[in-house]
Protein backbone atom coordinates (compact mmCIF):
# COMPACT_ATOMS: atom_id res chain seq x y z
CA UNK A 1 0.00 0.00 0.00
CA UNK A 2 2.89 2.31 0.76
CA UNK A 3 3.91 1.74 -2.64
CA UNK A 4 0.69 2.83 -4.39
CA UNK A 5 0.55 6.19 -2.22
CA UNK A 6 0.98 9.35 -3.58
CA UNK A 7 5.00 10.78 -3.64
CA UNK A 8 6.37 14.11 -2.83
CA UNK A 9 7.42 16.07 -5.21
CA UNK A 10 10.50 17.81 -5.08
CA UNK A 11 11.69 21.13 -6.94
CA UNK A 12 14.38 19.78 -8.31
CA UNK A 13 12.24 17.86 -10.75
CA UNK A 14 11.20 21.25 -12.61
CA UNK A 15 12.68 21.79 -15.40
CA UNK A 16 11.54 25.35 -17.56
CA UNK A 17 11.57 25.84 -20.42
CA UNK A 18 14.07 28.79 -20.55
CA UNK A 19 17.50 29.48 -19.59
CA UNK A 20 17.01 33.07 -18.15
CA UNK A 21 16.36 32.98 -14.68
CA UNK A 22 15.12 35.42 -12.31
CA UNK A 23 17.85 37.48 -9.79
CA UNK A 24 16.92 39.93 -7.14
CA UNK A 25 17.82 43.90 -8.28
CA UNK A 26 20.70 43.88 -6.07
CA UNK A 27 22.48 41.12 -8.05
CA UNK A 28 22.55 43.36 -11.54
CA UNK A 29 26.02 43.38 -12.74
CA UNK A 30 25.37 47.64 -13.62
CA UNK A 31 24.58 49.71 -10.89
CA UNK A 32 22.77 53.40 -11.92
CA UNK A 33 23.50 57.15 -10.98
CA UNK A 34 20.75 58.55 -8.75
CA UNK A 35 17.93 59.60 -9.76
CA UNK A 36 17.94 56.67 -12.59
CA UNK A 37 14.64 54.95 -13.35
CA UNK A 38 14.64 52.17 -10.93
CA UNK A 39 14.69 48.25 -11.57
CA UNK A 40 12.14 46.54 -11.88
CA UNK A 41 13.53 43.19 -12.73
CA UNK A 42 16.63 41.45 -13.80
CA UNK A 43 17.08 38.23 -15.63
CA UNK A 44 20.42 36.10 -15.72
CA UNK A 45 21.86 33.57 -18.21
CA UNK A 46 24.73 31.74 -18.16
CA UNK A 47 27.16 30.49 -21.00
CA UNK A 48 30.10 28.52 -21.47
CA UNK A 49 32.08 31.71 -21.82
CA UNK A 50 29.98 34.52 -20.86
CA UNK A 51 27.04 35.29 -18.16
CA UNK A 52 24.47 38.06 -19.80
CA UNK A 53 21.78 39.69 -17.97
CA UNK A 54 18.88 41.78 -18.69
CA UNK A 55 18.21 44.89 -16.51
CA UNK A 56 14.47 46.46 -17.05
CA UNK A 57 13.58 49.56 -16.18
CA UNK A 58 10.61 51.12 -15.15
CA UNK A 59 8.52 52.03 -18.60
CA UNK A 60 6.05 55.35 -18.94
CA UNK A 61 6.59 56.13 -22.27
CA UNK A 62 4.37 55.22 -25.45
CA UNK A 63 6.84 54.19 -27.73
CA UNK A 64 6.85 50.47 -28.20
CA UNK A 65 9.18 48.65 -26.51
CA UNK A 66 10.90 48.18 -22.95
CA UNK A 67 13.56 50.12 -21.29
CA UNK A 68 15.94 48.05 -21.00
CA UNK A 69 20.19 47.59 -20.29
CA UNK A 70 21.47 44.34 -21.99
CA UNK A 71 24.63 43.50 -20.45
CA UNK A 72 27.55 40.40 -20.46
CA UNK A 73 30.60 39.84 -18.97
CA UNK A 74 32.75 37.13 -21.30
CA UNK A 75 35.77 35.56 -20.46
CA UNK A 76 39.28 35.53 -21.87
CA UNK A 77 37.90 32.38 -24.04
CA UNK A 78 38.23 32.16 -27.96
CA UNK A 79 34.33 33.74 -29.02
CA UNK A 80 32.83 32.33 -31.56
CA UNK A 81 32.12 33.88 -35.47
CA UNK A 82 29.36 33.16 -36.21
CA UNK A 83 25.79 34.92 -35.69
CA UNK A 84 24.32 34.11 -32.93
CA UNK A 85 24.83 31.45 -30.08
CA UNK A 86 26.97 28.53 -31.49
CA UNK A 87 26.27 25.75 -28.67
CA UNK A 88 26.56 27.50 -25.24
CA UNK A 89 28.87 30.21 -26.34
CA UNK A 90 27.94 33.43 -26.73
CA UNK A 91 28.87 36.17 -29.63
CA UNK A 92 30.27 39.56 -28.34
CA UNK A 93 28.03 41.72 -29.97
CA UNK A 94 29.54 43.64 -32.80
CA UNK A 95 29.99 48.00 -32.91
CA UNK A 96 30.36 48.32 -36.15
CA UNK A 97 27.35 50.50 -38.06
CA UNK A 98 25.37 47.54 -39.40
CA UNK A 99 25.19 45.91 -36.09
CA UNK A 100 24.26 48.67 -33.89
CA UNK A 101 21.36 49.44 -36.56
CA UNK A 102 20.11 46.15 -36.60
CA UNK A 103 20.15 45.95 -33.12
CA UNK A 104 18.29 49.29 -32.54
CA UNK A 105 15.73 48.55 -35.51
CA UNK A 106 14.94 45.48 -33.11
CA UNK A 107 14.54 47.15 -29.94
CA UNK A 108 13.27 50.59 -30.98
CA UNK A 109 10.98 49.62 -34.15
CA UNK A 110 9.44 52.86 -36.06
CA UNK A 111 11.46 55.76 -34.52
CA UNK A 112 13.85 57.08 -37.01
CA UNK A 113 17.42 57.28 -34.55
CA UNK A 114 20.11 59.57 -35.99
CA UNK A 115 23.37 58.36 -34.37
CA UNK A 116 25.65 61.01 -33.02
CA UNK A 117 29.18 61.89 -34.50
CA UNK A 118 30.45 63.54 -31.24
CA UNK A 119 32.97 61.78 -29.71
CA UNK A 120 32.02 61.04 -26.20
CA UNK A 121 33.93 59.11 -23.43
CA UNK A 122 32.85 57.85 -19.58
CA UNK A 123 35.16 56.62 -17.32
CA UNK A 124 35.23 53.35 -19.02
CA UNK A 125 36.25 54.69 -22.45
CA UNK A 126 34.45 55.85 -25.40
CA UNK A 127 30.75 54.93 -26.33
CA UNK A 128 28.28 55.61 -28.90
CA UNK A 129 24.85 56.98 -28.62
CA UNK A 130 21.88 57.56 -30.96
CA UNK A 131 19.13 60.02 -30.45
CA UNK A 132 15.46 60.21 -31.65
CA UNK A 133 12.25 60.97 -31.19
CA UNK A 134 9.05 58.56 -30.26
CA UNK A 135 5.49 58.39 -30.05
CA UNK A 136 4.31 62.00 -29.26
CA UNK A 137 7.57 63.35 -29.39
CA UNK A 138 9.03 61.61 -26.48
CA UNK A 139 13.08 61.31 -26.00
CA UNK A 140 14.64 58.29 -27.05
CA UNK A 141 18.12 56.79 -26.63
CA UNK A 142 20.50 53.67 -27.33
CA UNK A 143 23.66 53.73 -26.60
CA UNK A 144 26.62 51.06 -27.04
CA UNK A 145 30.11 50.32 -25.21
CA UNK A 146 32.64 47.22 -25.66
CA UNK A 147 35.10 47.67 -22.87
CA UNK A 148 38.15 45.79 -23.58
CA UNK A 149 42.04 46.17 -22.08
CA UNK A 150 44.30 45.46 -24.98
CA UNK A 151 45.36 42.48 -25.73
CA UNK A 152 48.84 41.92 -26.95
CA UNK A 153 51.53 38.51 -27.68
CA UNK A 154 53.20 39.13 -24.66
CA UNK A 155 49.52 39.67 -22.41
CA UNK A 156 46.42 37.63 -22.36
CA UNK A 157 43.74 37.69 -23.02
CA UNK A 158 41.57 40.05 -20.17
CA UNK A 159 38.15 39.67 -21.09
CA UNK A 160 35.60 41.84 -22.23
CA UNK A 161 31.88 43.70 -21.12
CA UNK A 162 29.72 44.18 -24.15
CA UNK A 163 26.80 46.98 -22.51
CA UNK A 164 23.26 47.73 -24.70
CA UNK A 165 20.93 50.77 -23.04
CA UNK A 166 17.74 51.45 -24.18
CA UNK A 167 15.15 54.04 -22.87
CA UNK A 168 12.80 56.27 -23.89
CA UNK A 169 10.94 58.97 -21.63
CA UNK A 170 8.61 61.70 -22.40
CA UNK A 171 9.80 64.19 -19.84
CA UNK A 172 13.27 63.94 -20.45
CA UNK A 173 16.23 65.34 -22.85
CA UNK A 174 18.66 64.42 -24.48
CA UNK A 175 21.48 65.18 -21.66
CA UNK A 176 19.58 63.90 -19.23
CA UNK A 177 18.94 60.49 -20.95
CA UNK A 178 23.08 60.52 -21.75
CA UNK A 179 23.76 61.04 -18.26
CA UNK A 180 23.15 57.52 -17.84
CA UNK A 181 25.77 56.49 -20.19
CA UNK A 182 27.83 58.36 -18.84
CA UNK A 183 27.76 57.92 -15.04
CA UNK A 184 26.46 54.22 -14.74
CA UNK A 185 29.26 51.14 -13.24
CA UNK A 186 30.06 48.31 -13.09
CA UNK A 187 28.91 45.96 -9.90
CA UNK A 188 30.05 42.83 -10.20
CA UNK A 189 33.34 41.24 -11.85
CA UNK A 190 33.89 37.10 -12.56
CA UNK A 191 36.28 35.21 -10.47
CA UNK A 192 38.87 34.38 -13.09
CA UNK A 193 42.60 34.68 -13.03
CA UNK A 194 43.40 38.02 -15.06
CA UNK A 195 39.88 39.19 -16.00
CA UNK A 196 40.05 42.69 -16.12
CA UNK A 197 38.22 44.47 -19.01
CA UNK A 198 38.17 47.95 -17.43
CA UNK A 199 42.35 47.67 -16.61
CA UNK A 200 44.08 49.16 -13.40
CA UNK A 201 42.59 52.40 -12.06
CA UNK A 202 44.62 55.68 -13.54
CA UNK A 203 47.21 56.93 -10.83
CA UNK A 204 45.95 60.27 -9.32
CA UNK A 205 47.30 63.63 -10.35
CA UNK A 206 51.06 64.22 -10.00
CA UNK A 207 49.68 67.43 -7.41
CA UNK A 208 48.02 65.94 -5.55
CA UNK A 209 48.65 66.07 -1.97
CA UNK A 210 51.58 68.32 -3.08
CA UNK A 211 52.63 71.98 -1.73
CA UNK A 212 52.40 74.95 -4.22
CA UNK A 213 49.38 72.93 -6.59
CA UNK A 214 46.34 74.43 -5.31
CA UNK A 215 43.00 72.53 -6.26
CA UNK A 216 39.53 74.67 -5.87
CA UNK A 217 36.26 73.66 -6.23
CA UNK A 218 34.96 75.56 -9.42
CA UNK A 219 37.11 78.08 -11.78
CA UNK A 220 38.57 80.96 -10.31
CA UNK A 221 37.48 83.78 -12.53
CA UNK A 222 40.90 86.25 -13.26
CA UNK A 223 41.02 89.87 -13.00
CA UNK A 224 40.29 90.24 -17.07
CA UNK A 225 37.39 87.93 -16.65
CA UNK A 226 35.20 89.74 -14.15
CA UNK A 227 32.82 91.57 -16.41
CA UNK A 228 32.73 95.51 -15.73
CA UNK A 229 29.79 97.07 -15.16
CA UNK A 230 27.64 98.44 -17.53
CA UNK A 231 27.04 102.17 -17.96
CA UNK A 232 23.58 103.10 -17.99
CA UNK A 233 22.62 104.83 -20.78
CA UNK A 234 21.10 108.35 -20.93
CA UNK A 235 17.48 108.65 -21.51
CA UNK A 236 16.64 109.89 -25.07
CA UNK A 237 15.11 113.41 -25.39
CA UNK A 238 11.78 113.40 -25.51
CA UNK A 239 10.56 115.50 -29.02
CA UNK A 240 7.78 117.90 -28.44
CA UNK A 241 5.17 117.07 -30.71
CA UNK A 242 4.41 119.66 -33.75
CA UNK A 243 0.72 119.45 -33.48
CA UNK A 244 0.85 123.57 -32.00
CA UNK A 245 2.99 124.92 -34.48
CA UNK A 246 0.88 123.54 -36.88
CA UNK A 247 -1.93 125.00 -35.55
CA UNK A 248 -0.45 128.61 -35.24
CA UNK A 249 0.20 128.32 -38.80
CA UNK A 250 -3.70 127.20 -39.65
CA UNK A 251 -5.11 130.11 -37.75
CA UNK A 252 -3.29 132.70 -40.01
CA UNK A 253 -6.04 135.26 -41.46
CA UNK A 254 -6.56 134.96 -45.01
CA UNK A 255 -5.85 138.59 -46.45
CA UNK A 256 -8.67 140.48 -48.08
CA UNK A 257 -6.61 142.59 -50.53
CA UNK A 258 -3.67 141.52 -53.69
CA UNK A 259 -0.42 141.17 -52.01
CA UNK A 260 2.29 143.22 -52.86
CA UNK A 261 4.38 141.88 -56.10
CA UNK A 262 2.11 139.58 -57.33
CA UNK A 263 -0.21 139.81 -60.33
CA UNK A 264 -3.95 140.61 -59.84
CA UNK A 265 -5.62 137.80 -61.14
CA UNK A 266 -8.89 138.99 -63.01
CA UNK A 267 -12.01 137.25 -61.74
CA UNK A 268 -13.79 134.79 -64.53
CA UNK A 269 -16.54 136.66 -66.90
CA UNK A 270 -20.09 137.04 -65.73
CA UNK A 271 -22.96 135.54 -67.83
CA UNK A 272 -25.76 137.29 -68.89
Not at 75 to 88: I, K, M, Q, R
Not at 165 to 177: G, Y
Not at 178 to 204: Q, V
Request: net charge neutral; hydrophobic share 35%.
Amino acid sequence: MAGCGEQRLSETELVTATRWLSVEPGRAMIALPPGSPPIIGVTQRGYENAIAQTISLATRGRTPGENTIQVAFFTAADLPESTGVEGNLLKLPGIDDFAVAQDMAERLPGVAMAPSAVFVQNKYGPFGYAFGRGTGGEACLYAWQRIADGDSVFRPRSGAVSVRIRICDPRATEASLLRLAYEYSLNASLRRSGWSPAGDAPAPAPGLGQAGAPIYPLPQASAEEVPKPRRAARPRPIREPQIEADHARDAQPIPDRPLAGYPTVPPPPTTP
